[in-house]
């Protein structure tokens, strides 16, 4: 499961927590208002259309990689995508996705950054993890 967020909604220090480099914090308002004034453009917030501009660029571009979506979920300020295994490496099928989402977006008129740098990422070992991710993934879709 890879999850990654709109530029500048869910920064370091965010109240409702944070991940870096795979653990999680909780917030902490003076770290997330440094975040924020270090920003150099506004934040990204997605539309309802941009939301399925980004939903299926990223399903297109699985099909280009060969990768199997599980579920996919994509918020007005951050996307969930539970995905097969592949043997390429999750930073390069991430960078594809976003890149792919991009310039879709660009084509639809969005300019500027859209996504922050890095990712989460979650593995899922056996059946009972991966009907778990799928059902929080679904749920997001909501």
Known sequence: MITWTTYGTWL??????????????????ALKTANESSQS???VLLSKTEKQIVKQAII???????????????CS???HL????????????????KKAARLALKSKG??????????DKRF?????VLNQKI??????EK
């Open 135 to 140: 059902k929080y993934v679904r749920d997001h």
């Open 124 to 128: 899922c070992f056996d059946q009972t």
């Open 110 to 119: 969005r300019t500027g950054k859209v996504w922050t740098r890095g990712y």
């Open 82 to 97: 539970l995905a097969g295994y592949i043997e390429k490496p999750i930073s390069k099928i991430v960078a594809y996705y």
């Open 12 to 29: 370091q220090g965010d109240e409702r927590g944070y991940v870096k480099n795979g653990k999680t914090y909780s917030g902490n308002k």
């Open 41 to 43: 453009a506004e934040a």
């Open 60 to 74: 297109e571009e699985a099909a280009l990689q060969g990768q199997k979506i599980y579920a996919i979920s994509v």
């Open 77 to 79: 300020n951050h996307v």
